[in-house]
């Protein structure tokens, strides 16, 4: 009876949490259905290859193109900042790294870093000097 009350107490706890699940590979692929589900963007700003970037609240873009939507970017979470948490998540998987720049700092670290992971559709973007993650990017793979 005792074990019974304290799976129920741990249930109550546990719904009182409210913690929000977001897929995050789960997202609107035209501009229409985009706008209708986020609203208006903040802002627009042109991207490269003819692409467009909506930024919203939050950190949250979306890169868009011939009304597609190719990728979401958002900004990581605390345990998301951590290379060593993006090393594990794609430790099954193939993934490769290159420098987004050509600019490096006076100690020879580059500016940042793209790692891809292309079989979870999802690339990080990571600044050596910081030490952490400061984008995620989830790729539409439907496209």
Known sequence: MRRLGFYFLLLG???????????????????????A????????????EQSEF???P?????????QSVLAKHVV???MET???????KFNPYESNFRELSGDVRRDGIPFQQLIRC????IHIIYDP????VTKIIYVNKSI
């Not at 951590?82 to 594990?88: F, I, Q, T």
């Not at 000097?129 to 952490?132: E, F, R, S």
């Open 129 to 132: 000097g910081l030490q952490k």
């Open 82 to 88: 951590s290379l060593a948490y993006w090393k594990d």
């Open 13 to 35: 706890f546990y719904s009182c949490l409210q913690i929000e699940v977001t897929d995050h590979n789960q997202f609107p692929n035209n501009t229409d259905t985009l706008i």
């Open 54 to 56: 909506l930024h919203y």
């Open 118 to 121: 292309d079989r979870l559709g």
């Open 58 to 66: 939050q950190g949250l873009s979306f890169e868009i193109k011939d």
């Open 76 to 78: 990581p979470q605390a």
């Open 37 to 48: 589900q986020y609203g208006e963007p903040l802002m627009r700003e042109k991207g490269e």
